[in-house]
């Protein structure tokens, strides 16, 4: 029953630095998202899929990309790692209008 | 755009108390909102979602409301525990707009439940 899994936990990262945070799913949902939570604030929604080859941005999407090849999986990509990016990442996953999410990625910039 | 505010921001309670967590939204056109709990440094887990059609949904000891014409919701929890101490947030799903399925976010109500 593993649901929405993302990889890693935790990561520092060094300014300038990129990585790819890694989210897939087992329960053959269309819709995936990808949110981050600063701390005492609400999730704001980075980048959504629709379905296998079709992404676009949300709302704050500036400083990261995203692909999806397949349906389960839904990566996302910090190139030039910034200091603002210091946040929890976390993938979801919805159906009927349901959202299952990930545990988060911890991620801090340096 | 649609802005979703919850309050308190944080409650301390005693066991055993019977708690109400209100959560607000600005456009009354929703598909469904749903209530989450996240404890620290985990996930978020659904709790409870209520459809637009719908006036309550009730979990066990958890019971939430909607007034989707004046843009409200509560979350009940009676007779709390030193186990429910964790962070509710409240979102909410747009019934229109091109981001299929995204949610809107309010900051959340930080519970503790002392013994």
């Known amino acids: 029953n593993a649901g929405v899994t993302q990889t890693p936990k935790f990561r520092i990262l060094k300014i300038g630095q990129s990585m790819t945070l890694q989210c897939t799913q087992d329960m053959n949902h269309n819709y995936m998202y990808w949110y981050r939570q600063d701390p005492g604030m609400g999730l704001k929604l980075i980048y959504y899929?629709?379905?296998?080859?079709?992404?676009d941005k949300g709302e704050v999407p500036n400083g990261y990309n995203v692909s999806r090849s397949t349906t389960e999986d839904f990566p996302l990509r910090l190139e030039l790692a910034a200091p603002s990016q210091t946040s929890v990442y976390f993938c979801a996953s919805s159906t009927q209008g349901r959202a299952f999410f990930g545990q988060g990625t911890r991620l801090t910039v340096v | 755009k649609q802005e979703v505010t919850q309050i308190p921001a944080a409650l301390s309670v005693p066991e055993g108390e019977n708690l109400v967590l209100n959560c607000s939204f600005t456009?009354?056109?929703?598909?469904?909102l749903q209530w989450f709990r996240q404890d620290p440094g985990k996930g978020l887990t659904s709790l409870l979602l209520?459809?637009?059609?719908?006036r309550e949904q009730t979990s066990g000891r958890l019971n939430a409301s909607l007034d989707k014409s004046s843009g409200r919701s509560t979350l009940y929890i009676a007779a709390s525990q030193p186990g429910d101490s964790a962070t509710y947030l409240c979102a909410v799903r747009p019934d229109r707009g091109s981001t299929l399925g995204r949610l809107y976010f309010g900051r959340g109500t930080q519970l503790t439940v002392w013994p």
């Open positions: 899929s629709v379905g296998a080859g079709i992404t």
């Open positions: 456009d009354s056109a929703i598909y469904n």
């Open positions: 209520i459809q637009s059609s719908q």
